[in-house]
C-alpha cells in the first residue's frame, strides 16, 4: 500500500466515527417520559450519549485503518468491540458501521471462501451482541437489521471483487490482443517487404538483361546499321525509364520510414496541381516557367525538381507561416535549375538538425544523386535552390 492508500483507508475510519456519532445522536433522546403506576412518580430522565459511548464507537471504528493491510484482524477487533461494548451502552445502541465495513473489505479484497467466512462471522456477531433496548421486540428488529446490513456488505464486497477481476482480465486480454494485432502487422511488414524485394530483383534483373541485350546490338549495329542500332537506343531507354518508374513506387516501403509511392511517377507537368495546393492555403504565388524547356530536360531530372517544389510546398504550408512564395524554373543547354522562396519564419541550422523525417537532408540527397548542387537558407523565410547539370545525362533521357 502506497501513502495514497493509507490516507483513503484513514479517511474512510474517520467518516465511519463521524457517521456512528450522528447515529448516536439521532437514535437518543435529552428527556424520556416515565409513567409508573403513580402519577405522581412521573419525571425525567437524561439518556444523551456519554463518553463511554463515543470510545466505544471509536474502538469499532478506528481499527478501519489497517482494513486493507490486514483485513481479518481489523474484522475481529472491530466485531470484538462491538460485541463486548453493546451491552453497557444505556438506553441506545452501538452503531453496527466499524463491523460491516470491515466485512465488505474482507470481500472484496480477499477470495469468496474469505468472503462467506466474513458474512457468516459478522452476521453471528450481529445477532448474538447484547443490547441494552428495554423490549425484546425491538432488540430483535435490531439484530436482523444489522445481520441483514453485514449480508449485503458482504454480498456488495463480493461484487466489487468479482467486477475489479473482470475488469483485469479484460485488460489483460486486451493488451494480449493488441500484441497479437502488432505481432501480425509486423509480420506482414516483413512479408511484404520480402515479396517487393523479389518485385525489384525480377524488375532490376529482367530490365537489365534487356538493357544488355540491346546495347550489345546497338554496339553491333552502329556501324553497319545506324537506323536499326538507334531503334535499340530507343528501346533501352524505354525499358529503363520504365524500370525506373517500377522502383520509384516501390523505395518509400523499402526504406521503411517514408510512405510508400504508389501513385505513377511525376514531372512538372502537375506544378499547377502544388500551385493550387499553396493557393488553397491562403498563400500569394509567382511560378515562372517561361525558361524552362521540359521536353530538352531528362524525365528523371525533371522529376526530381518537381518533387522537391512539392516537397518544399508542403513544408511551407506546415511550418513557414508564410504569405507568398516564388517559384522559378530554368534549364539550358548545360542545366536545369529551381528557385523556391517563401517570405515565412525561415529556419535554423538547430532546427534543421531537430526535424524529424528526411526534410533538407532528403532534397539535398535527391539533387546530388542527380550530380546537382542544393542550397537552403533560412534567413528571412526559406530559400531553396537546386542546379542539375545536363550534360553526360542528355541519354539517359
Not at 485503518?65 to 461494548?85: G, K, Y
Not at 524485394?197 to 546495347?215: P, Y
Request: contains cysteine; negative net charge; charged residues 20%.
Amino acid at each position: 500500500m502506497g501513502p495514497r492508500d493509507w490516507a483513503i483507508d484513514v479517511a474512510v475510519a474517520l467518516v465511519a466515527f463521524v457517521f456512528g456519532c450522528v447515529q448516536l445522536i439521532l437514535a437518543s433522546t435529552s428527556v424520556f417520559y416515565v409513567d409508573g403506576p403513580f402519577r405522581e412518580m412521573a419525571g425525567l430522565v437524561n439518556i444523551v450519549p456519554n463518553g463511554y459511548a463515543y470510545a466505544a464507537l471509536a474502538f469499532t471504528t478506528f481499527p478501519l485503518v489497517l482494513r486493507r493491510a490486514a483485513p481479518w484482524p481489523t474484522l475481529a477487533i472491530v466485531s470484538a468491540c462491538f460485541f463486548f461494548s453493546s451491552g453497557f451502552m444505556s438506553g441506545y445502541a452501538l452503531s453496527a458501521v466499524g463491523p460491516i465495513i470491515a466485512a465488505f473489505t474482507v470481500a472484496s479484497e480477499l477470495s469468496g471462501r474469505h468472503a462467506a467466512g466474513a458474512g457468516v462471522v459478522a452476521a453471528a456477531v450481529m445477532l448474538v451482541a447484547p443490547t441494552p433496548l428495554p423490549s425484546e421486540t425491538l432488540a430483535t428488529i435490531m439484530r436482523v437489521q444489522n445481520a441483514v446490513f453485514a449480508a449485503a456488505a458482504v454480498s456488495l464486497g463480493f461484487a466489487v471483487r468479482t467486477y475489479r477481476a473482470y475488469a483485469r482480465e479484460t485488460e489483460r486480454r486486451l493488451d494480449e490482443a493488441e500484441r497479437s494485432r502488432e505481432e501480425l502487422a509486423a509480420r506482414r511488414v516483413a512479408e511484404e517487404r520480402v515479396r517487393i524485394a523479389r518485385d525489384v530483383h525480377d524488375i532490376t534483373a529482367h530490365s537489365l538483361s534487356a538493357v544488355a541485350i540491346q546495347a550489345a546490338a546497338a554496339e553491333r549495329l552502329v556501324d553497319l546499321d545506324p537506323a536499326a542500332a538507334k531503334e535499340a537506343i530507343v528501346d533501352i531507354r524505354t525499358v529503363s525509364k520504365g524500370a525506373l518508374d517500377e522502383i520509384r513506387s516501390m523505395i518509400g516501403v523499402l526504406r521503411g520510414d517514408e510512405a510508400a509511392q504508389t501513385a505513377p511517377a511525376e514531372g512538372t507537368e502537375r506544378l499547377e496541381d502544388v500551385v493550387s495546393y499553396l493557393e488553397r492555403a491562403g498563400l500569394e504565388v509567382s511560378c515562372a516557367t517561361r525558361g524552362y524547356e521540359k521536353n530538352a530536360v531528362p524525365a528523371f531530372v525533371d522529376m526530381a525538381l518537381f518533387a522537391l517544389v512539392r516537397e518544399a510546398a508542403t513544408n511551407t504550408v506546415r511550418h513557414a507561416h508564410a504569405s507568398r512564395v516564388d517559384i522559378t524554373l530554368r534549364s539550358s543547354g548545360a542545366s536545369a535549375s529551381l528557385s523556391y522562396v517563401d517570405d515565412g519564419v525561415g529556419f535554423s541550422q538547430a532546427d534543421r538538425d531537430a526535424a524529424e523525417g528526411h526534410g533538407l537532408q532528403g532534397m539535398a540527397e535527391r539533387i546530388e544523386a542527380l550530380g546537382g548542387r542544393f542550397r537552403a537558407v533560412g534567413e528571412g523565410g526559406c530559400a531553396l535552390s537546386a542546379e542539375i547539370p545536363l550534360e553526360g545525362v542528355r541519354d539517359a533521357r
